[in-house]
T-cell receptor, first 114, second 113 residues
Framework: DSGVTQTPKHLITATGQRVTLRCSPR?????VYWYQQSLDQGLQFLIQ???????AKGNILERFSAQQFPDLHSELNLSSLELGDSALYFC?????????????FGNGTRLTVT | DAKTTQPNSMESNEEEPVHLPCNHS???????IHWYRQLPSQGPEYVIH???SNVNNRMASLAIAEDRKSSTLILHRATLRDAAVYYC??????????????FGKGTKLTVNP
């Protein structure tokens, strides 16, 4: 058990809809990362937050947004969903007090857009 | 981000050692070599990392070539639970604040009973 909790585990929705994925990091970890894993693209970095502030941005679409709250949990909002957004979405957290700390991943949310 | 090259797949037998290679010929002096693995239906899991010297932990050993252009992850006795995709990743400790991981395709390890 990595200590990172993601909810829900599965989500099925229709094209054009909006969903919110939630992540609770390991206790004490200030950084949260979001990744998307699809069959053809592999694991793609989306965005990182550190203590409530955006720290790094990757291949995140404009239809997607994220935030990290004062209690350090994070949410990834996906809107105007398309079939191609179907993927596994992983959240990870790390203790940025260390140099290049390991990332601890949750078990993901599987999003299916129909 | 510096690039790594790994075989797409490898096979091993249970209870035998496994050597997973990774080439990183363009590695810079500040790049650390990290290994993660992803078991089926799970998120990636940290395995080990190193800079120049060989490293051992409870999960595996990491052997780093003297010129640092290649490394090998060693699983001393493979079990069925070690079947996973193994990712070799270079991380720069001077990347200006983000500690993100950049994943490649990895090596899919199959362990035969």
């Amino acid at each position: 058990d990595s200590g990172v909790t993601q909810t829900p585990k599965h989500l099925i929705t229709a094209t054009g809809q909006r969903v919110t994925l939630r992540c609770s990091p390991r206790s004490g970890d200030l950084s949260v990362y979001w990744y998307q894993q699809s069959l053809d693209q592999g694991l793609q970095f989306l965005i990182q937050y550190y203590n409530g502030e955006e720290r790094a941005k990757g291949n995140i679409l404009e239809r997607f947004s994220a935030q990290q709250f004062p209690d350090l949990h994070s949410e990834l909002n996906l809107s105007s969903l398309e079939l191609g957004d179907s993927a596994l979405y992983f959240c990870a957290s790390s203790d940025t007090g260390a140099i290049l700390p390991p990332l601890h991943f949750g078990n993901g949310t599987r999003l299916t857009v129909t | 981000d510096a690039k790594t090259t790994q075989p797409n797949s490898m096979e091993s037998n249970e209870e035998e050692p496994v050597h997973l290679p990774c080439n990183h010929s363009t590695i810079s002096g500040t790049d650390y070599i990290h290994w993660y693995r992803q078991l089926p239906s799970q998120g990636p899991e940290y395995v080990i990392h190193g800079l120049t010297s060989n490293v051992n932990n409870r999960m595996a050993s990491l052997a780093i070539a003297e010129d640092r252009k290649s490394s090998t992850l060693i699983l001393h006795r493979a079990t069925l639970r070690d079947a996973a995709v193994y990712y070799c990743i270079l991380r720069d400790d001077t990347q200006g604040g983000s500690e993100k991981l950049v994943f490649g395709k990895g090596t899919k390890l199959t362990v035969n009973p």
